[in-house]
C-alpha cells in the first residue's frame, strides 16, 4: 500500500489545473458538463504542503480530467500519470484511470500501470477528499497495488 496526495488547484497564484475545452456556447467550468482540464498537481506524502517541508512534495500528477455527468456535474472522467522525483521512486511512474464519483466520501479508480520501479502496476486506489476549497482541492490517494 502507498498513500499519496494530490494538490489541485484552479485558482489564486498557484494555479496547477486549467479548464481547456467546454460545450459550445458555455464558458469551460470544472463543474460543468463536458469541461476538459488539463492538470499538472503536486503530489505529496502529507496533506500540507509547507516551504520549510522539502521533503514532503515526492512528484507531480500530469494528466487530463473531462466532466461526465450530464446531471450533477460532479463526476469527473480522470486519466493522469503520477510522475515520482523522490529519492525513493524517483523516475518511476503510476497510470491512473476512472471516474472519480466527486459527491461521495470514498471513491474508487483503477491503477492500470507504471514504469520503473511500479513496472506492470495493477491495482486501485480509494480517494477521499481531505480539503475542498472552492475550486481548490487536496485529494487523499490510498493504494493497493501489485508489480512484476
Keep these: 500500500n502507498m498513500v499519496f496526495y494530490t494538490h489541485d488547484n484552479l485558482s489564486g497564484n498557484n494555479v496547477t489545473a486549467f479548464s481547456v475545452a467546454g460545450l459550445n456556447g458555455s464558458s469551460s467550468s470544472?463543474?460543468?458538463?463536458?469541461?476538459?482540464?488539463?492538470?499538472?498537481?503536486?503530489v505529496t506524502k502529507r496533506p500540507k504542503i509547507n516551504e520549510s517541508d522539502a521533503d514532503n512534495t515526492v512528484g507531480r500528477a500530469q494528466g487530463i480530467f473531462v466532466n461526465t455527468n450530464l446531471v450533477t456535474g460532479l463526476d469527473t472522467l480522470l486519466v493522469f500519470t503520477v510522475i515520482f522525483h523522490d529519492m525513493e521512486y524517483g523516475g518511476s511512474t503510476l497510470e491512473i484511470q476512472g471516474t472519480d464519483r466527486f459527491a461521495y466520501p470514498h471513491r474508487e479508480v483503477a491503477v492500470v500501470g507504471g514504469t520503473g520501479k511500479f513496472r506492470f502496476a495493477r491495482g486501485y486506489a480509494i480517494l477521499t477528499t481531505e480539503l475542498l476549497s472552492g475550486t481548490d482541492s487536496v485529494i487523499k490517494f490510498n493504494t493497493t497495488l501489485r508489480t512484476a
Excluded at 470544472?30 to 503536486?42: E, N, Q, R, W, Y
Design 30 to 42: 470544472a463543474g460543468k458538463f463536458g469541461t476538459v482540464v488539463v492538470m499538472s498537481d503536486d
